[in-house]
């Protein structure tokens, strides 16, 4: 069996999957105050064209998904698409980054499924701020939505991207919340793909920094064995349940054991988040690519799957100012 394997030899295992470039917040980080310019329905890959992308990819080798936004939960019966997911025997998981302002009904009926872990969105623990942060006022919907997704079998992460001058204070408690919870909280770089380009930052808060400030609190810091495709770095407070980890996501510190892509709603194909996008998969299926066709441009396009997020960079053709609602989380 064939299967999908860049030029540097890493095979590629997982897929990074936007259902909707909507999203029910405005997150300061990803989009602008405005939102963004939505694309129509029609442009977006059908349920029906996800499941087959995925069924395609996972006969070359990709046994997980990841199901981003935007907001997944924004979408229509975006819980169909997980049960359709459900079918594909060859997918190991299936797991969902979301801000929590949508799941909570459906928590029971995704514990059922495939579904292996939660990505929650939360960048502070104060009601004020994150509302400051999103321009929304859904503080108390999400951390009911940590309560309850911390009390199912669901594995949960707690995703705060660490923003300059906005909530470094707060990176402290949140370590603290690994104290009592078996949670694995992980600090994100920020990104400069906000919409409006990257901005100017009081200090840099990268990956050295982060563990700086957290180092600087604790004396018993274990250091945990990461999976070598792991994009975070990750720790143990001696006597804490739960862990965290940083993700050097700007510095790109990871890319060597890269073994994803992303596919956009808009079906845009990418080896990598910092590329411009490669090749538009839904346009090629709407035209009437057969399962082989897809197998052999698949194959075609991981092939040239860039060396790092650097080298990606280096070869757009436009300047890094998309939201990440586009992109696909």
Same mark, same amino acid.
């Given at each position: ?32 105050? @405005? ?58 998981? +299936? ?10 009904? @459906?928590?029971?009926? +995704? ?191 991981? @092939? ?26």
């Amino acid at each position: 069996m064939s299967i999908l394997k860049d030029k540097f030899g890493r095979k590629i295992s997982y897929v990074r999957l936007a259902v909707t470039d909507r999203c029910n917040l405005r997150c300061q980080y990803c989009m602008p105050a @405005h939102g963004i310019d939505i694309v129509d329905r029609k442009e977006l890959l059908t349920f029906k064209e996800m499941y087959r992308l995925t069924r395609v990819l996972s006969e070359l080798g990709v046994n997980k998904v990841r199901l981003t936004g935007g907001e997944p939960f924004v979408r229509k019966d975006f819980v169909k698409l997980l049960e359709m997911l459900n079918y594909n025997e060859l997918l190991d998981e +299936i797991n969902i980054t979301t801000n929590g302002a949508l799941i909570a009904n @459906h928590i029971e009926q +995704i514990e059922q499924l495939k579904v292996k872990s939660i990505n929650l969105s939360l960048d502070s623990l104060n009601r004020q701020k994150f509302a400051e942060i999103t321009r929304r006022d859904v503080f108390d919907e999400v951390y009911k939505t940590l309560e309850k997704l911390e009390n199912s079998k669901l594995d949960l992460k707690l995703n705060m991207v660490v923003q300059s001058g906005v909530n470094t204070d707060e990176i402290i408690d949140f370590v603290e919340l690994t104290k009592y919870k078996n949670i694995a909280v992980r600090f994100i770089e920020e990104m400069p793909f906000n919409g409006t380009g990257q901005k100017n930052v009081i200090e840099v808060w990268d990956y050295n920094k982060i563990f700086q400030s957290i180092e600087n609190k604790y004396d018993d810091i274990d250091k945990l064995k990461d999976k070598r495709s792991s994009t975070s770095r990750n720790f143990k407070i001696d006597q804490y349940q739960g862990t965290f980890g940083i993700i050097p996501a700007f510095t790109r510190t990871i890319c060597g054991d890269c073994d994803r892509i992303r596919i956009t709603s808009t079906g845009l194909f990418k080896n990598c988040l910092f590329d411009d996008g490669v090749f538009n998969v839904r346009d090629f299926m709407r035209e009437g690519a057969d399962d082989k066709d897809l197998k052999n441009l698949f194959l075609s396009l991981v @092939h040239k799957k860039p060396k790092d997020g650097f080298i990606a960079e280096q070869e757009r053709n436009s300047d890094v100012s998309e939201s990440m609602s586009t992109i696909g989380g």
